[in-house]
């Protein structure tokens, strides 16, 4: 049995030592123990190797997350959550107000004039805003030729539901609770939002309820109170947004940044505020460039890029996110390396062994490449084009993040090593340390390889066998714990197959998306930035003045 036969043999001890069975080395299906599981539906990253950015992301930029794309569902939930609370202050009131119109109901029938007033809002401007919840639904009965609209989205998910842990985390609503009442300091937040627009659902609203139906002709006179498109400029509604999330009024306590994961949770409001600071002044620091997707990525990793003459700390933000932007390369070769080696198998049907796996991947790389050289080529003549030709080579980086070629999959990987390693080195951060070995799938681990002098296609192999055996093992824990079936691949008899199931089963590459394009987009939503017809960004007067009024706060 090879060494890494033996490394699944490991797998499955540990998963029957930890649930207290016997064991049977047979796969995951002939086990039987896979099979009450929910079959998961989806498989978003099931190569596993993007959960430590993903973790280390929601500590680094909390309150918001990557599908929570419409900053005015932050105010408008909050209004309709402060208004409903209004209504009903005594327990008396709350139960007749329950059996009026219950909690569930009033955030649906509110959701829906939301989505209706956002689409009619952009009827004549090319189609509404992205991330509007139940738009499908609102569509259909907009274009219907009824008079009255029924305020129902039909979605099973609200808008309340996904805002609500972004909600929580801005210490907006109170999510211990069941009914999520709104904090003492978010009550200034409820009230910005200006109900008088609301037109004829203003009465209603402050008596904490809505009706089942719309007229069609109200639509066009409410509908800019309710679109979630931006917020309105100068509004008290703009100001409270700004409040929240910069934390304004609040002390910075930061004494050792980015040291552990408890220190980032327990001072979340100091690093929300950090941030919403640093993305501002990455907006500054653009000059003209594009952001959005790799290209913001490109932006940091370029090292000429620093945070001078400006808080301390800021530097620091800028490194952590540099390591997000390194790990994002990382991620891209390595999901092209998996999705690759999961072609490979779908291609034989009874499965690859060890050697014949890394064989076939082999075989592979090397009839990917145009120059018969490249057979030769060795992983440090990889290292040396990273450090002469990609290296702080925005060019040359874009090309890597479109590209789909096995060598450059490799490339990204190095690349990610290889900028890491110069930031350690260069800023001496004790924070860099601990994200080295960040788990799963750590950069320790892999930087062993540079150092070897053996071929590209051998490392090619290597990695390849290596994304298998870390989505089998973070899919056994997984399930282990609780979670849907997410595997895709069994380790059989001493060979590597696709189970039955997932054939059809397509892997995505990790695209450059992260949570700071969450945060540009709710920039330009707040009036904090603008951006060109070529996604260039410049800051506004407002998103200026809070750089002062930040730089002030905490000088």
Same mark, same amino acid.
């Given at each position: 049995?090879?060494?890494?036969?033996?490394?699944?043999?490991?797998?499955?001890?540990?998963?029957?030592? %930890?649930?207290?069975?016997?064991?049977?080395?047979?796969?995951?299906?002939?086990?039987? #123990?896979?099979?009450?599981?929910?079959?998961?539906?989806?498989?978003?990253?099931?190569?596993?190797?993007?959960?430590?950015?993903?973790?280390?992301?929601?500590?680094?930029?909390?309150?918001?997350?990557?599908?929570?794309? %419409?900053?005015?569902?932050?105010? !408008?939930? &909050?209004?309709?959550?402060?208004?409903?609370?209004?209504?009903?202050? *005594?327990?008396?009131?709350?139960?007749?107000?329950?059996?009026?119109?219950?909690?569930? =109901?009033?955030?649906?029938?509110?959701?829906?004039?939301?989505?209706?007033?956002?689409?009619?809002?952009?009827?004549?401007?090319?189609?509404?805003?992205?991330?509007?919840?139940?738009?499908?639904?609102?569509?259909?009965?907009?274009?219907s030729q009824d008079r009255k609209i029924e305020l129902k989205t039909e979605v099973q998910k609200l808008a309340h539901s996904i805002y609500r842990g972004t909600l929580g985390n801005l210490?907006?609503?109170?999510?211990?609770?069941?009914?999520?009442?709104?904090?003492?300091?978010?009550?200034?937040?409820?009230?910005?939002?200006?109900?008088?627009?609301?037109?004829?659902?203003?009465?209603?609203?402050?008596?904490?309820?809505?009706?089942?139906?719309?007229?069609?002709?109200?639509?066009?006179?409410?509908?800019?109170?309710?679109?979630?498109?931006?917020?309105?400029?100068?509004?008290?509604?703009?100001?409270?947004?700004?409040?929240?999330?910069?934390?304004?009024?609040?002390?910075?306590?930061?004494?050792?940044?980015?040291?552990?994961?408890?220190?980032?949770?327990?001072?979340?409001?100091?690093?929300?505020?950090?941030? #919403?600071?640093?993305?501002?002044?990455?907006?500054?620091?653009?000059?003209?460039?594009?952001?959005?997707?790799?290209? *913001?990525?490109?932006?940091?990793?370029?090292?000429?890029?620093?945070?001078?003459?400006?808080?301390?700390?800021?530097?620091?933000?800028?490194?952590?996110?540099?390591?997000?932007?390194?790990? *994002?390369? @990382? =991620?891209?070769?390595? &999901?092209?390396?998996?999705?690759?080696?999961?072609?490979?198998?779908?291609?034989?049907?009874?499965?690859?062994?060890?050697?014949?796996?890394?064989?076939?991947?082999?075989?592979?790389?090397?009839?990917?490449?145009?120059?018969?050289?490249?057979?030769?080529? +060795?992983?440090?003549?990889?290292?040396?084009?990273?450090?002469?030709?990609?290296?702080?080579?925005?060019?040359?980086?874009?090309?890597?993040?479109?590209?789909?070629?096995?060598?450059?999959?490799?490339?990204?990987? /190095? @690349?990610? /090593?290889?900028? +890491?390693?110069?930031?350690?080195? $260069?800023?001496?951060?004790?924070?860099?340390?601990?994200?080295?070995?960040?788990?799963?799938?750590?950069?320790?681990?892999?930087?062993?390889?540079?150092?070897?002098?053996?071929? $590209?296609? =051998?490392?090619?192999?290597?990695?390849?066998?290596?994304?298998?055996?870390?989505?089998?093992?973070?899919?056994?824990?997984?399930?282990?714990?609780?979670?849907?079936?997410?595997?895709?691949?069994?380790?059989?008899?001493?060979? #590597? %197959?696709?189970?039955?199931?997932? @054939?059809? &089963?397509?892997? $995505? !590459?990790?695209?450059?998306?992260?949570?700071?394009?969450?945060?540009?987009?709710?920039? /330009?939503?707040?009036?904090?930035?603008?951006?060109?017809? *070529?996604?260039? @960004?410049?800051?506004?007067?407002?998103?200026?003045?809070?750089?002062?009024?930040?730089?002030?706060?905490?000088?």
């Open positions: 049995m090879c060494k890494n036969s033996f490394y699944i043999l490991g797998v499955y001890l540990w998963y029957h030592s %930890r649930n207290g069975k016997g064991i049977n080395i047979m796969s995951a299906n002939m086990i039987g #123990w896979t099979g009450p599981i929910v079959s998961a539906r989806t498989h978003i990253d099931p190569s596993g190797v993007q959960q430590a950015s993903t973790n280390f992301q929601a500590l680094l930029l909390p309150g918001m997350s990557t599908v929570t794309q %419409r900053l005015r569902y932050i105010s !408008l939930l &909050t209004a309709a959550r402060f208004y409903r609370m209004k209504a009903a202050k *005594t327990e008396e009131e709350q139960i007749r107000l329950e059996q009026q119109l219950t909690f569930d =109901e009033y955030f649906h029938r509110f959701e829906a004039l939301v989505a209706i007033c956002s689409i009619h809002h952009h009827l004549q401007s090319g189609g509404a805003p992205s991330g509007i919840v139940g738009v499908q639904t609102m569509k259909v009965q907009l274009q210490h907006i609503f109170d999510t211990s609770e069941s009914t999520d009442p709104l904090f003492e300091d978010a009550i200034s937040l409820g009230k910005a939002w200006d109900i008088e627009q609301a037109g004829s659902f203003s009465s209603e609203l402050k008596e904490g309820v809505l009706p089942k139906y719309i007229d069609r002709g109200d639509i066009g006179k409410i509908d800019e109170a309710f679109c979630l498109c931006s917020i309105p400029d100068n509004s008290p509604e703009q100001a409270e947004l700004i409040r929240v999330l910069f934390a304004q009024g609040r002390p910075l306590q930061l004494s050792s940044p980015f040291a552990s994961d408890n220190e980032m949770i327990k001072h979340t409001t100091s690093y929300r505020s950090l941030a #919403w600071r640093f993305v501002l002044e990455l907006i500054n620091h653009s000059q003209g460039q594009p952001l959005g997707n790799y290209l *913001t990525l490109v932006n940091l990793l370029d090292s000429h890029v620093a945070m001078v003459n400006r808080h301390p700390v800021l530097n620091d933000e800028m490194i952590a996110w540099r390591w997000v932007a390194a790990r *994002t390369f @990382f =991620e891209r070769g390595w &999901t092209g390396v998996f999705q690759k080696s999961i072609e490979i198998l779908k291609q034989k049907y009874f499965g690859l062994d060890a050697d014949e796996f890394t064989d076939q991947m082999r075989r592979f790389y090397l009839g990917q490449q145009d120059d018969e050289t490249q057979e030769n080529e +060795t992983v440090e003549s990889l290292w040396q084009e990273i450090e002469e030709n990609i290296y702080n080579n925005r060019d040359r980086l874009k090309e890597l993040s479109k590209s789909e070629q096995p060598r450059d999959y490799l490339l990204c990987i /190095l @690349f990610a /090593l290889y900028t +890491t390693k110069r930031d350690q080195e $260069a800023h001496h951060s004790s924070f860099l340390g601990r994200l080295w070995s960040a788990n799963p799938i750590p950069f320790s681990n892999e930087t062993l390889k540079v150092g070897q002098k053996h071929k $590209a296609c =051998e490392m090619w192999s290597e990695i390849a066998e290596k994304s298998l055996m870390e989505h089998f093992s973070i899919s056994l824990r997984k399930m282990s714990d609780g979670n849907p079936d997410s595997l895709i691949v069994d380790f059989d008899a001493g060979k #590597w %197959r696709i189970r039955d199931r997932a @054939f059809d &089963t397509q892997i $995505a !590459l990790a695209d450059g998306s992260t949570r700071l394009d969450v945060a540009l987009s709710w920039a /330009l939503q707040l009036g904090l930035a603008k951006k060109s017809s *070529t996604s260039a @960004f410049e800051l506004t007067p407002t998103g200026r003045q809070c750089c002062i009024d930040w730089d002030h706060d905490h000088q």
